[in-house]
């Protein structure tokens, strides 16, 4: 099956810079790329999703890149701010039935 | 903003009882799903329900699992004899139509002694 792989697992960014995760996924039929945020005791909120006919997508100061020939995606987060601080989470999935393999989540801390 | 709503939000049980999680997913939604998160561990996927059947359901989603839509708004998760290793973080997910687009409650979290 799907296996998700996540890096780094905690990353601490300056207000301002920039931040990036990584994930690698196994299945090369794997269609829909996912991101979501989970704040501390709430559920994962999605904030950008990608599919497999596009390499990049945008919205304002979030960005997701797609390689399909490496199996690899990545979450761009720019002028970072404090609120942004959460675990984010990437996940594929092999249909459009909603089930969403996770990878394990990065902790992200924005630091003022 | 329409959302997933859960309850409860926290729920103390002993070894070997039943435990029923529910969820009331966005009104015009038409697939359901329950994800789990052992502390510390990745979201993972145990079933997936539509048109009042299970659509696809993972290992874990083993016999002592159950779902069911009693009426049209709730959508309940029953696990008839609670592990200690149920542990965990169970989070509701509904979706309009099957783009893979999940929108997740806050989550029930189970916690067996």
């Known amino acids: 099956g799907e296996n998700v792989e996540q890096h780094p697992s905690t990353l601490s960014v300056q207000e301002g810079d920039s931040a990036v995760i990584k994930c690698t996924y196994s299945?090369?039929?794997?269609?829909?790329f996912p991101w979501y945020k989970q704040e501390l005791g709430k559920g994962p909120q999605l904030i950008i999703d990608i599919r497999s006919n596009v390499g990049e997508k945008k919205d304002q100061r979030i960005a997701v890149t797609l390689n399909k020939t490496a199996k690899h995606f990545s979450l761009h987060i720019t002028e970072t701010q404090p609120e942004d601080s959460a675990v984010y989470f990437c996940?594929?999935?092999?249909?459009?039935?909603?089930?969403?393999?996770f990878g394990a989540g990065t902790q992200v801390v924005v630091t003022p | 903003e329409p959302e997933v709503t859960q309850t409860p939000s926290h729920q103390v049980t002993q070894m070997g009882q039943e435990v029923i999680l529910r969820c009331v997913p966005i009104?015009?939604?038409?697939?359901f799903y329950w994800y789990r998160q052992i502390l510390g561990q990745k979201v993972e996927f145990l079933v997936s329900f539509y048109n009042n059947e299970i659509s696809e359901k993972s290992e874990i989603f083993d016999d002592q699992f159950s779902v069911e839509r009693p009426d049209g708004s709730n959508f309940t998760l029953k696990i008839r004899s609670t592990k200690l290793e149920d542990s965990a973080m169970y989070f509701c997910a509904s979706t309009v139509g099957n783009t893979g687009e999940l929108f997740f409650g806050e989550g029930s979290r189970l916690t067996v002694l």
């Open positions: 299945d090369s039929a794997s269609n829909y």
């Open positions: 996940a594929a999935s092999t249909d459009s039935w909603g089930k969403l393999q």
């Open positions: 009104s015009n939604h038409l697939y």
